[in-house]
Each structure stands twice: as C-alpha cells, then as structure tokens.
C-alpha cells in the first residue's frame, strides 16, 4: 500500500518566486530553524537557497518577501508579486521533506517483507506551512497525488505535528465517498489538531532569522497565520492558564485579547477570520463526529512541555501602539514557561484531542512515555505501529495502537 508522508511546521521544501522591476527571482526555502543543519543539502538553509538561485544581494529581503498580508477583515495573502508553492508534490522525497529521511530509511529497511521506498511506494506531500488550512493548495494536491500514486487503490497517509491538522481538514472537507474510495488509514505522529499556545507568543516576537542558532527570536514569521490564527479551544485546553502577564491571566478563549494586549493586531485580525472555533469541518470533530476511515495517533507522554508564558507586567497597550515593538512584551526575551505534560514540542492536551472524535480512544490513541516531539519519528515502537497499521490496513483490518 503507497504511503504519504505529511511533513510538520517548515518542514516542507518551498519554492519562491518573485516578480520586481520587470526581473524575476525564482529560489528554494527551507526554514532554518525547522531544519537542522545535519538533513540539508548544504551547509546551511541559507547556502541552500543561494544555490538555488537566490541572488547574495537579495539575502536581506527573504523575510519580508516571505510575510503574509493581513487585511482589515484578517484574511492572509502572499504579498503582491510573491508566489510561494511548494518545490515539488509526491515526485522526489528526499529534496521535498529532507526532515523525514531518517523514518523513509526506517521503513526501506522493514523486517516485515513489505518495503517502502522512496519515490515508488513512499512519497511526500509539502505545503505552505504559513497558511491556514483551507488556505493553500493542499487538499487539491493531496488528491491529485493520491489519484496518482494509488493508481485506483487506496493509500495510507502518516502525518507530523502540523501536517496532522492540514490531513485532518482535508479528511473533514474532501468528499466523504472519495476519501472512502482512497484512504485507507490516517496515521499521526505527534498531530497538532488544534490551536498551539505556546506558538502564540510568536505572533509578537521578532521572527525567524537565517541563523538557526539565535534564539533571541521565533522560528516563523509573526503573520504566518499557519500557527498563529488558529485561536485556543477550551474543548483542548480547558481553562488552564495558558499566558499572565502582571495579575493579568489569559486562559484559551482570551487568545485574542492577549494578542490584543501584546499588540499583534494583525494577527488578532487573523485569529478572527481563521479560528478552528468558527470553522464547521473542526466543529464536527469536537461534537464527536467521527472520520469515515480508520485513524491512529501515537504520540509523547512524560515530558514537561512549554504551553505559554508568564510575563512581569507593563504598561497597558496605548492606542496608538499599532505594533510588538511598543507594547512591551517583545522586550521580555526570557519570559517564565508555563509547562504542563506533553512530547516536549506540543503538549498533550493538544496531541490527545482526536479522542474527542475517533471512534474508540482505547484503541486508536497510544501514548508512549519520554518520547520527543522529532525522537517518535525514529522511535522503534512509533514506527513498528505504524507498520502494522499500515499492514492492517491493507488487509481491511488495523490492528489497535493502544497496548493490550
């Protein structure tokens, strides 16, 4: 049975293109901070992108190229002249989702007889990550590579982190026959499905740089509204006190009123237009309607994870603060965590939210103690369950995930 792989946050190869003074400037972009040194192609994310095309001169202006704009009604756009696509869909996995090559080595040395390798039965579905789902090519791509590589026959698909919330908008939206006809199995690693807090505080700090190494500021841009306008559900996060700033606590559903306070007003825009609270295909899952085909979530237990923030108090925002820069929280760089259980990248309310919609939690879902939010997608266990998934699925029968 084919697999597709849906990458995590910036972990997809991308293509830019950019029409300025009549001259067009066509280059390759791998976030730096999604993507350590060890799996590029080159020295560095910006070595990359210079040999791809990108002119030395040009280096300074990738950032502002690569923000979004956000309108009076928080709708997101590339800037005009700005066309940001992935490099390629389902065609070489090695240049499309670098990230993932140690789990396509994995599973190209299966003990099971069965063997994917990449390009002929493995393959990779990138995306840009800066937007929200529904909100870039995805779904379309997903089917047309499916059609393509299933061949008639269903394929399976296995997500990480943010790639499991564009899977499961798809799977929510798509054709429920068509999704019948050619998915077999949704299988998620570490999923995000639903609004990140910590990655809140993104939306007013500085963003990402060319230096991996600086963590002075975020791995994305503070418009990317891919993370950052997905609001908070209390039906995730309860009323756990997620931010504080002073005496001042902000639990999920004053998303936007912190946003409002750090002077993110761009992106509280945003959070109004794009909230998953607003969106029927996310509704469904939170009233508990399941998915039309099997699903299976294993993810991180045990590790203290970062879930928002404490910040000492300031000035309140004044009206004409339009920006971070002048609210005050954006000069707190080492501002207290707030942590609760989790992976270590996302916690675990958020990875264990499909227990609200999948059909049978105590079979489906598979918590596995001190295993890290990138560590899972090497970690002997996570990758032996999805293989018998993956077999049981072909089958018409997938074994549960959950222990006996």
Request: hydrophobic share 40%; with cysteine.
């Amino acid at each position: 049975m084919p697999l597709i792989v849906v990458p995590g946050l910036g972990m997809s190869a991308l293509n830019v293109e950019v029409d300025q003074q009549a001259e067009t400037t066509d280059f390759d972009f791998l976030l730096p901070g999604m993507n350590p040194v060890d799996v590029l192609p080159t020295d560095s994310a910006l070595e990359y992108s210079l040999e791809s095309g990108l002119a030395a001169d040009d280096v300074d202006q990738v950032p502002e190229w690569l923000a979004l704009d956000v309108d009076e009604a928080g709708r997101v756009s590339s800037k005009p002249g700005i066309t940001v696509s992935p490099i390629s869909v389902g065609v070489d996995f090695q240049t499309e989702c670098p990230r993932y090559g140690a789990l396509a080595d994995t599973l190209a040395d299966s003990a099971t007889g069965t063997e994917w390798t990449r390009n002929d039965n493995l393959f990779c579905l990138p995306y840009d990550y800066r937007m929200p789902p529904g909100a870039n090519s995805f779904t379309d791509d997903l089917q047309e590579l499916v059609e393509r590589v299933g061949d008639g026959a269903p394929v399976a698909l296995a997500c990480h982190s943010q790639g499991c919330l564009m899977a499961y908008h798809a799977m929510r939206t798509i054709d429920p026959a068509w999704i019948e006809d050619n998915i077999a199995l949704l299988f998620g690693f570490a999923g995000q499905f639903s609004g990140c807090s910590d990655c809140l505080r993104w939306a007013f700090q500085a963003g990402w740089t060319w230096d991996a190494s600086d963590e002075s500021v975020s791995p994305v841009d503070p418009t990317w509204a891919g993370e950052l306008a997905l609001g908070l559900q209390t039906s995730v996060y309860g009323d756990a006190v997620l931010y504080e700033q002073g005496s001042t606590m902000y639990r999920a559903n004053d998303a936007r009123s912190l946003l409002d306070d750090a002077g993110a007003l761009a992106m509280s825009r945003a959070t109004g237009a794009y909230s998953l609270s607003g969106e029927q295909w996310f509704i469904e899952g939170e009233q508990g309607l399941p998915l039309v085909i099997p699903a299976r979530f294993v993810y991180g237990i045990g590790i203290p994870t970062t879930v928002g923030y404490r910040y000492e108090p300031s000035p309140a925002r004044q009206p004409d603060c339009t920006d971070p820069s002048c609210a005050g929280l954006m000069d707190q760089m080492d501002p207290v965590a707030i942590t609760a259980d989790g992976d270590g990248g996302d916690s675990s309310w958020m990875n264990q939210a499909p227990a609200a919609w999948t059909l049978n939690p105590g079979c489906d879902m598979r918590g596995l103690p001190g295993v890290g939010h990138m560590d899972i997608l090497t970690n002997d266990e996570a990758i032996d369950l999805l293989i018998d998934s993956l077999l049981g699925a072909a089958a018409g029968d997938v074994p549960c995930v959950s222990p006996a």
